[in-house]
């Protein structure tokens, strides 16, 4: 079995940066996401009924929000390459080709599956749990263990 590491997304290019821990630095990330999960919650995306309605295909509302962020995403990704822009931290942005294999079917499917019986797919789910939809944190606690047991097996799966 090949062990090469294809998933480049989760490596960092330069790893001789020490991680800051420094609250106020991190602070930032919380505003930033408390910002999304009102914007979540005043979009309706964090909705259990709309994201029923999408896979019933009943109402175009969540292909809308969706078809609209991988717009903003192609065009961000087509700015950031044209104007060599670079991270926060300085570092430039590299784009890095991946491999397509059989499993991003399986696994994609698997996610559609998850979404449609719970409603909730895992950017939202924290905004369903601050809504008060505490029901939301036992798929929470799943996909976390899901992650966990696929990084367990991952090794021993066809890749």
């Not at 309605?53 to 990704?77: D, P, W």
């Not at 909730?120 to 047991?149: E, N, R």
Request: charge should be positive.
């Amino acid at each position: 079995m090949n062990n090469k590491v294809t998933d480049f997304e989760v490596q960092s290019s330069d790893n001789t940066q020490p991680v800051n821990t420094n609250i106020a630095y991190n602070l930032r990330y919380l505003l930033v996401g408390i910002v999304f999960g009102i914007v979540f919650v005043k979009a309706e995306i964090v909705s259990w009924f709309r994201i029923q309605e999408m896979f019933r295909l009943q109402s175009f509302h969540m292909y809308g929000v969706i078809g609209s962020a991988v717009v903003v995403g192609i065009i961000s990704v087509w700015i950031i390459k044209k104007l060599g822009l670079k991270a926060i931290d300085g570092t430039p942005v590299t784009f890095q080709s991946k491999k397509f294999n059989k499993g991003q079917i399986f696994g994609g499917l698997m996610f559609g599956l998850g979404w449609a019986m719970t409603g909730a797919c895992p950017g939202p789910l924290f905004a369903q749990i601050g809504s008060g939809f505490t029901v939301v944190a036992v798929v929470l606690l799943s996909a976390i263990a899901g992650t966990w047991v696929y990084g367990y097996i991952r090794g021993k799966l066809p890749h």
